[in-house]
């Protein structure tokens, strides 16, 4: 209300209520006064407020940023120490795994002195003789495979290693072959050529001649060192095989009987029986087995249904050739040029090898390639 209004208010009501109008004008005059003392006193109550307000809102700031930096300090120590946890769990999982390797070693060491403790004097080599038989191999760093062909004298040792290696007895670098007796010296016959590239093959002389005495041949030899051996027989399995057989068990050396001159054998047969060459195949397959389980029940050789295989040369070498011109080929083999990363089986042969009369000559390429990475892994 305006002041003239409020004049002209009061000069009416003093005209009919005097005493009224007395109070009215002193509630008029103080009423602002106390009003704008009031409206001072809040404002100063709102302004102390929002001084507090302020300055609770900087502590709260203040407690905030508190509680960011001790969440992140806290964070900082969960992940050191999730990171020490870590760090000593691989520490404690690489001493568990050395404490069993050592312990393994050590077993290993002690089945291989319980081993070497329990062989016969007799097929123990002297330290000069282990030394001369390692030379031999020429393979310091452990690269090659190193197989051994051995057996009686005249059984076709030196014809299956140019066969393995897919050459002919007449080609340069071939074992010497002959009738009688012509190996008188080991001969070492690296095959870089053929499937079997990372092979060397060791034409062992024969036993059973004045030169190498069967009861000495196992050590003279150095067959303790090969990584497996190849028994070659014709009619039976002599003294010798049996000798070897048995000693390369004690030295946990694989073997494999190997019977030579399938042809011939099944020709004698066809003619001397008067049957087909299926029968003859199936008479031979039969006597070679009666024969080996004979001769090592014989022998006292514990493995009577022990494999053999039953081989002519002439058809294993053209196994090895043809195969080997259809791995020369292969970007795989070129690649890698290692029996380590090459598997062969029968359908692969089989697929580029058109020779009649195959019996066991296949399963002699891929059993000793088998054998020879499963011995290194």
Same mark, same amino acid.
């Given at each position: ?27 008029? @005059? ?53 990171? %020490? ?66 057996? *009686? ?11 393995? =290696? ?28 053929? @499937? ?39 009619? =039976? ?23 030579? #001159?399938?042809?011939? *054998? ?19 397959? #039969? ?17 009577? #249904? ?7 040369? *002439? ?11 259809? %791995? ?46 499963? =011995? =290194?892994?």
């Amino acid at each position: 209300m305006s002041l003239s209004k409020r004049v002209f208010f009061l000069v009416q009501l003093l005209k009919y209520d005097p005493q009224r109008s007395i109070a009215a004008i002193i509630k008029a @005059v103080v009423a602002p006064r106390r009003q704008n003392s009031t409206v001072r006193v809040i404002n100063t109550i709102v302004d102390d407020k929002a001084e507090k307000l302020r300055k609770t809102g900087q502590q709260n700031a203040q407690i905030e940023s508190l509680r960011k930096k001790l969440k992140n300090l806290e964070e900082a120590r969960a992940a050191e120490i999730k990171d %020490l946890s870590e760090r000593l769990t691989k520490v404690e999982e690489a001493r568990a795994a050395e404490i069993g390797r050592l312990r393994e070693e050590l077993k290993l060491a002690e089945e291989q002195a319980a081993w070497i403790e329990s062989i016969p004097a007799e097929l123990k080599p002297t330290k000069e003789q282990y030394e001369e038989a390692k030379s031999m191999l020429k393979d310091p760093d452990g690269l090659l495979y190193h197989f051994a062909v051995a057996g *009686h004298a005249g059984t076709g040792k030196s014809s299956l290693i140019n066969a393995l =290696r897919g050459c002919k007895d007449k080609d340069k670098g071939a074992a010497k072959v002959g009738v009688a007796e012509t190996t008188t010296k080991i001969g070492r016959h690296p095959d870089t050529n053929s @499937v079997l590239n990372k092979f060397v093959w060791y034409d062992i002389p024969g036993a059973g001649t004045q030169a190498n005495r069967v009861e000495q041949y196992v050590i003279d030899k150095g067959l303790f060192v090969f990584d497996f051996i190849i028994i070659c027989w014709k009619d =039976r399995i002599m003294e010798t095989d049996m000798q070897i057989l048995n000693s390369c068990k004690i030295w946990k050396i694989p073997t494999f009987l190997v019977r030579t #001159n399938s042809r011939t *054998h099944i020709n004698n047969l066809k003619q001397s029986e008067d049957i087909t060459e299926e029968e003859a195949t199936d008479m031979l397959k #039969n006597e070679t087995r009666e024969t080996v389980e004979r001769n090592l029940r014989e022998g006292n050789y514990n493995e009577p #249904n022990k494999k053999v295989y039953i081989i002519d040369r *002439h058809i294993l070498g053209k196994i090895v050739s043809s195969f080997t011109k259809k %791995l020369h080929s292969t970007e795989d083999f070129t690649k890698s040029h290692s029996i380590k990363n090459y598997n062969i089986t029968e359908d692969d042969i089989r697929t580029v090898v058109d020779a009649e009369g195959i019996i066991d000559e296949v399963d002699l390429l891929k059993d000793p390639l088998e054998t020879a990475k499963e =011995r =290194r892994r």
